[in-house]
Structure formats: structure tokens, C-alpha cells
Nanobody, 119 residues
Framework: VQLQASGGGSVQVGDSLRLSCAAS????????MAWFRQAPGKERKFLAR????????YYDDSVKGRFTISRDNAKNAVTLQMNSLVLEDTAVYYC?????????????WGQGTQVTVSS
């Protein structure tokens, strides 16, 4: 599975940004998709996850109410709508696909897209 993340950029505090992640390869069955981010000098952190059908969504408390994850299975794409951005949202954002197969969990990562929030 190849994941291509896009949509990052430089914005100001309070702005919005929409990240996209396109998946290719693998099977036709949708994957569980998630977004993570990694700030300089910190570990990669979970932000949001969406189930294969898009019916269940989970968020880290730090982004709940500001970020929205969604997916379009027809396009094999997942998006992260980010509103009311703050300085602490500055990080490299990664999309992740995962699947359980025969008792094992497989995980794939995109290359990351930089988001910089300035005052």
C-alpha cells in the first residue's frame, strides 16, 4: 500500500487547513485510516482514526472539536480538516493505513506533510 499525503503548508493561528491522503495498491478492501503528527524533538502522536466504512471516528483530546477526519472509499482517500489552528499544531503530519489479516496487524505510512502555524 502506498500513501501520498498532501495539503500541508504555512498558515497563521486561527486558520484552517485540509490534509488529504490518497491510498493506492493493496487490496480493494478499505483500510482503517488514521492521522498522526510529529513535532520537532517529539514522538509521533496519534490524532484521529476512521473505520473502514467511515462510521466510527476517534480523536485525541488535543484535537477533538477542531479536527475532523473523513474518507471517500470510492477515491481511496482520507482527509483531515483542521480548524482553529494553534502554534502547537506545527508538525509533520502522517497518514496511516492498517489492516488485520490472519491474526496480524499490518501498518503502512505516508511520507508526511509539513504544517507550520505562526502567529
Amino acid at each position: 500500500v502506498q500513501l501520498q499525503a498532501s495539503g500541508g503548508g504555512s498558515v497563521q493561528v486561527g486558520d484552517s487547513l485540509r490534509l488529504s491522503c490518497a491510498a493506492s495498491g493493496g487490496t480493494s478492501r478499505p483500510y482503517v485510516m488514521a492521522w498522526f503528527r510529529q513535532a520537532p524533538g517529539k514522538e509521533r502522536k496519534f490524532l484521529a482514526r476512521i473505520s473502514r466504512a467511515g462510521t466510527n471516528k476517534y480523536y485525541d483530546d488535543s484535537v477533538k472539536g477542531r479536527f475532523t477526519i473523513s474518507r471517500d472509499n470510492a477515491k481511496n482517500a482520507v482527509t483531515l480538516q483542521m480548524n482553529s489552528l494553534v502554534l502547537e499544531d506545527t508538525a509533520v503530519y502522517y497518514c496511516q493505513a492498517s489492516a488485520d489479516l490472519l491474526g496480524r496487524t499490518y501498518v503502512w505510512w505516508g511520507q508526511g506533510t509539513q504544517v507550520t502555524v505562526s502567529s
